[in-house]
């Protein structure tokens, strides 16, 4: 059955993989690109070859979201899925269901440090950022339609992917990203705790650290600057190359965000923000 590391796009989820290959895929929890793999994205195109025509249409593909689970669960074995996708249910089709999924890890960041993330990574400004970040019919695709993995992914609002994630979903694990940054260890911690229910993992506290120092924002960075990280889309600007870490612990909204745009965000997501006490 599935394990979910759920998240809206750029909230973290690519450092949680990466945490969770180091404590669980190495024996000495050092990091190491390769086991990154090891904890795939649903939905991806292969999943769905021999079922789905067009990729990107999604009312194809969501006919076979259960489907193609179904077929991934065959082999009886708990498996790790990284996921942008919504918990919804569009026209009767479930995105997943008890049959598939045994727990979630949900990833929330504060949608004000998102929104310059979204503006780095798609090459938008913040008008088409927020407008990107409030659509609840949101889906994307891979920005080259090529990429072999690409397939449309419906991710709603902000808080409509949090909403749905979070509540009325049995065994789901809320991590706050601002926590993650504050308290790594901590919140490493409660990640094992709540997996030890699901899985067997090997832990100690020379692993513990090792696994903390090795997947830094600081050192992804690098490895992604020597060219060893190759998980960024190409981008809508063949001149400009994203950064898939591109700020880190320094994306403080207070020294980007217009103060109109703050106040629009707050406003659209003001229950939700306050619920996970970003205001």
Not at 16 to 25: C, D, E, F, T
Request: with cysteine; charged share 30%; net charge positive.
């Amino acid at each position: 059955m599935i394990i979910w590391i759920a998240s809206y796009p750029k909230s973290g989820n690519t450092w949680v993989r990466a945490i969770l290959s180091s404590l669980l895929y190495t024996e000495d929890g050092n990091f190491n690109i390769q086991h990154l793999k090891k904890i795939d994205q649903y939905p991806i195109r292969k999943y769905f070859e021999g079922f789905v025509n067009n990729y990107h249409d999604i009312k194809e593909v969501m006919r076979y979201w259960i489907v193609t689970q179904d077929k991934l669960n065959l082999d009886n074995k708990t498996k790790f899925l990284k996921t942008h996708h919504a918990l919804c249910k569009v026209d009767n089709f479930y995105f997943t269901n008890n049959d598939n999924t045994l727990a979630t890890i949900y990833i929330v960041r504060d949608p004000r440090n998102i929104i310059t993330s979204i503006t780095n990574y798609f090459n938008f400004n913040y008008n088409e950022a927020k407008k990107f970040m409030f659509n609840s019919s949101q889906a994307i695709v891979a920005l080259n339609k090529n990429n072999k993995n690409s397939i449309s992914t419906l991710i709603g609002s902000w808080s409509d992917h949090y909403n749905t994630w979070t509540k009325n979903n049995k065994n789901v694990l809320i991590v706050k990203y601002e926590n993650l940054i504050l308290n790594t260890e901590g919140e490493i911690t409660k990640i094992i705790n709540f997996l030890e229910k699901y899985k067997k993992i090997e832990i100690n506290d020379k692993k513990i650290k090792n696994c903390i120092k090795t997947t830094s924002f600081e050192n992804l960075k690098k490895i992604e600057e020597i060219g060893h990280f190759n998980e960024i889309e190409q981008n809508n600007n063949k001149e400009k190359k994203n950064k898939f870490f591109n700020l880190g612990k320094e994306n403080k909204w207070e020294n980007f965000l217009d103060n109109k745009i703050k106040i629009d965000i707050e406003k659209k997501f003001l229950k939700e923000m306050k619920e996970l006490k970003y205001i």
